[in-house]
């Protein structure tokens, strides 16, 4: 069973990217998935998730209006959208799998996890 995350890199402030996670060893089309990510020197923390339909959406304060989570289950495939990147944004992001659902927003929630993809944001 694994998570793989991807699309990470070096942007200016202002940029776009998008970030892919797919996933192999099983479908997760019924999981909850999310998406953390952890700054430099700081805890991880949570920045979106969504149900395993893609109906229900969440996400941190800090990234509201600007990030948008989404899921293709004929893909087994989650995605991240991030516009209008900040410098404190910069991060390993990680992507999530939560088979059990519960408090999304928090990473006890999640029993996969991928192995993280950097994104670093310059001003």
């Known amino acids: 069973v694994q998570l793989q995350a991807s699309g990470g890199g070096l942007v200016q402030a202002g940029d776009s990217l998008r970030l892919s996670c797919t996933a192999s060893?099983?479908?997760?089309?019924?999981?909850?998935m999310g998406w953390f990510r952890q700054p430099p020197g700081k805890e991880r923390e949570f920045v979106a998730s969504?149900?395993?339909?893609?109906?229900?959406?969440s996400y941190a304060d800090s990234v509201k209006g600007r990030f948008t989570i989404s899921r293709d289950n004929a893909k087994n495939a989650l995605y991240l959208q991030m516009n209008s990147l900040k410098p404190e944004d910069t991060a390993v992001y990680f992507c999530?799998?939560?088979?059990?659902?519960?408090?999304?927003?928090?990473?006890?929630?999640?029993?996969?996890w991928g192995q993280g993809t950097q994104v670093t944001v310059s001003s």
């Open positions: 969504i149900s395993w339909s893609g109906g229900s959406t």
């Open positions: 999530a799998a939560s088979p059990r659902g519960g408090r999304l927003w928090e990473a006890v929630a999640y029993d996969y």
């Open positions: 060893g099983r479908t997760f089309r019924w999981d909850r």
